[in-house]
C-alpha cells in the first residue's frame, strides 16, 4: 500500500509556464484535495473532489485547474505560473469529507 | 469569517506534559482533527472530537468543549520524537476542513 503519493516533489519555474502536479492514491478513497501551505499560514484548500468526475473550488482557487477522470487520480494544473505560486502542495485523500484525510509526502515548487 | 486560533510556539522539556490549545469560530461545527506535521514532512492524523469531552490515544489525548469553541491536545511523557508542528482543523457545515496555523512545539532535553 503506498498510499499518496505526489510526483514532482521538487519543481522550479519561470513565471508563465505551466505544468502538472500529479497525484495517486490506493486506498479507494472518494474524496481528494489538493492544498497549499505557506510558512505561517494553515493549509488553504485550492480544490476539491468529492467523487470520480466531479471537482469543486476551495479557498484559493485562482491560476489553478484540476482535472478527477479516474477514481484514484487527481490532477493539479498551473496555467500561467506566477511567484505568489511559490509553496508547498499538499494532495489529501479520504473515503469521504467526514473521515480524517491522508497527505502525500508534497511537492515543494519554486517560481521565479 | 472563519477562524481559528493556536499558539505560535511552544517550549517543554522531555518527559513532561504539555497542552495545545485550540480556539475557533467557524459556520457550523462537524467535527474537530488534530494533526502532527514533522518539518518537511506531511501532516499525519493524530485525533478527531466531534461531541463533548476528553479522547485519549495512548501518550496524546484531546478535549472538545463545542460551548466553548475550544480544544486542547495534551501530550504526556515528551518524548525528543514529538518535536513537531500540530495543526487543529475544523470541519464546518460544508464539510470543509478550516486549518490554524500550526503549533510549534519544541522539546528540550
Known amino acids: 500500500n503506498a498510499g499518496v503519493t505526489q510526483t514532482p516533489k521538487f519543481q522550479v519555474l519561470k513565471t508563465g509556464q505551466s505544468m502538472t502536479l500529479q497525484c495517486a492514491q490506493d486506498?479507494?478513497?472518494?474524496?481528494m484535495y489538493w492544498y497549499r501551505q505557506d510558512p505561517g499560514m494553515g493549509l488553504r484548500l485550492i480544490y476539491y473532489?468529492?467523487?470520480?468526475?466531479?471537482?469543486d473550488k476551495g479557498e484559493v482557487p485562482d491560476g489553478y485547474n484540476v482535472s478527477r477522470l479516474k477514481k484514484q487520480n487527481f490532477l493539479l494544473g498551473l496555467e500561467s505560473a506566477a511567484p505568489s505560486q511559490t509553496s508547498v502542495y499538499f494532495c489529501?485523500?479520504?473515503?469521504?469529507?467526514?473521515?480524517?484525510?491522508?497527505f502525500g509526502p508534497g511537492t515543494r515548487l519554486t517560481v521565479l | 469569517g472563519q477562524n481559528i486560533d493556536q499558539p505560535t510556539e511552544m517550549t517543554a522539556t522531555e518527559g513532561a506534559i504539555v497542552q495545545i490549545n485550540c480556539t475557533y469560530q467557524?459556520?457550523?461545527?462537524?467535527?474537530l482533527f488534530w494533526y502532527q506535521q514533522h518539518a518537511g514532512e506531511a501532516p499525519t492524523f493524530l485525533s478527531y472530537?466531534?461531541l463533548d469531552g476528553l479522547e485519549e490515544k495512548g501518550r496524546f489525548s484531546s478535549f472538545l468543549s463545542r460551548s466553548k469553541g475550544y480544544s486542547y491536545l495534551l501530550l504526556k511523557e515528551l518524548q525528543m520524537k514529538d518535536s513537531a508542528s500540530y495543526l487543529c482543523?475544523?470541519?464546518?457545515?460544508?464539510?470543509?476542513?478550516?486549518w490554524g496555523a500550526g503549533t510549534k512545539l519544541i522539546i528540550k532535553p
Open positions: 467557524t459556520s457550523g461545527f462537524n467535527g
Open positions: 473532489s468529492a467523487s470520480e468526475g466531479t471537482t
Open positions: 486506498m479507494n478513497h472518494n474524496s
Open positions: 489529501a485523500s479520504s473515503y469521504s469529507s467526514e473521515q480524517s484525510q491522508y
Open positions: 482543523a475544523v470541519l464546518d457545515s460544508n464539510y470543509q476542513l478550516i
Open positions: 472530537n466531534v
